[in-house]
């Protein structure tokens, strides 16, 4: 088991930036697969983007292609999802998870561990 704790949410406006981190305890995340998520309020929670267990592949929803990039130093044991250009409907809260395999998924539910999630809020 992976215990993840996120960080580096906050407010911004419009147009700018935010760098999540996700730091993990427990010497199985350098193999593991893992990915953000994201759920809005009345909303149901959303696939952001996945990273292999080497950082060799990883995957976007379309509605953040070419504006945030996942990230992984399993030196230390951390993820991060950088995130330019923000807009209001990318208003949520942050999870990230990690699953007992080295490959992606984008379904939540292959995603055995997860942390306590960071609000990231894009208003003016």
């Known amino acids: 088991q992976v215990q993840l704790v996120e960080s580096g949410g906050g407010v911004v406006q419009p147009g700018g930036s935010l760098r999540l981190s996700c730091a993990a305890s427990?010497?199985?995340?350098?193999?593991?697969?893992a990915g953000w998520f994201r759920q809005a309020p009345g909303k149901e929670g959303e696939y952001v983007a996945t990273?292999?267990?080497?950082?060799?592949?990883?995957y976007y929803a379309n509605s953040v292609q070419g504006r945030f990039t996942i990230s992984r130093d399993n030196a230390n044991n951390t993820m991060y999802l950088q995130m330019n250009n923000l807009k209001p409907e990318d208003t949520a809260v942050y999870y990230c998870?990690?699953?007992?395999?080295?490959?992606?998924?984008?379904?939540?539910?292959?995603?055995?561990?997860w942390g306590q999630g960071t609000q990231v809020t894009v208003s003016s």
């Open positions: 427990g010497h199985t995340f350098s193999t593991n697969a």
């Open positions: 990273i292999s267990w080497n950082g060799g592949s990883r």
């Open positions: 998870a990690a699953r007992l395999s080295r490959f992606t998924e984008s379904d939540p539910h292959a995603y055995s561990d």
